[in-house]
């Protein structure tokens, strides 16, 4: 998780959510917050921001003078560059802090050097994660723009020199070519969003393509396999569908061990805020 002077939901309700990164103040739309109420209504007037959607994917933000143009949180697994974008987001998703930690002690636990895969892997949080730990990273993401803020976030964190290999090009196809190089990893994490296209246009439909990725990312696997890590943030995928479709893709129709749960976020007065999913393998009972 992330120390309270990094990170902190502050409240949420009404649609909304309101968070601190660092010392700034951020208001966000947030659709599992809709027919919520606010618990502390009074914080909302000191956001910093506020994004607004103008589109099912985009909108405009409303600053006031003290934001600056990036800023940086920390967490033990590295250090991140943050900046509000056309989307609403700002760079870093603090939902997912629970499964850096998961991924580097699955990596520890190993003891062997791992080679790790990290699909569609936005800034680059599951990649300080791993590289932290000692694993040789394979970083892939659409974007190019994205691929030099996660490169940026390694420098902050000190791992410019780790072995990390950043390629832009869209999941599926470097999957399927890894699979006619030869190629093997011994652990995928995979974030994919429910629609998205690849450098070259290339089309992504969760519903169609999550579980032919994922019986190709079973093959890349296939001979030493020590963890596999899948998130959504997509309306449809709770839990069980999301274990459902890890165990599908990668097992089989058997039982093997798979854990899913919901992704929250908890105020300091305990509220908690769905935020997204996880399905994990091997299952541990620790979900923090």
Known sequence: MFKSDQYELLDFGEGRKLERFGQYIIDRP????DRLARSTPRLWKRAN???ERTSAETGKWRF???LPATW???HEVGTFE???TD???????????????WIAHQIQRAKRPLKVLNLFAYTGGSTLAAASAGAEVVHIDSAKNVIGWARRNAKHSNFSDAPIRWICEDA???VRRELKRGNTYEAVILDPPAYGHGPKGEPWKLNDHLIPLLTACRELTAKRRAFMLLTCHSTGFGPAELEASLLEGVFGACG?????FPLTLTTDGGRKLLSGVVARWPATMDRD
Request: aromatic share 16%; proline share 10%; charged share 20%.
């Open 82 to 84: 943050l900046k509000p």
């Open 87 to 101: 989307f609403g987001h700002v760079g870093v998703f603090p939902e997912q802090a629970k499964n850096w930690l």
């Open 72 to 74: 940086k949180v920390s």
């Open 30 to 33: 947030s659709p599992p917050a």
């Open 172 to 174: 599926f196809t470097f």
């Open 256 to 260: 093997a061990g798979v854990d899913s």
């Open 64 to 66: 006031d003078s003290d």
């Open 49 to 51: 921001a506020r994004f």
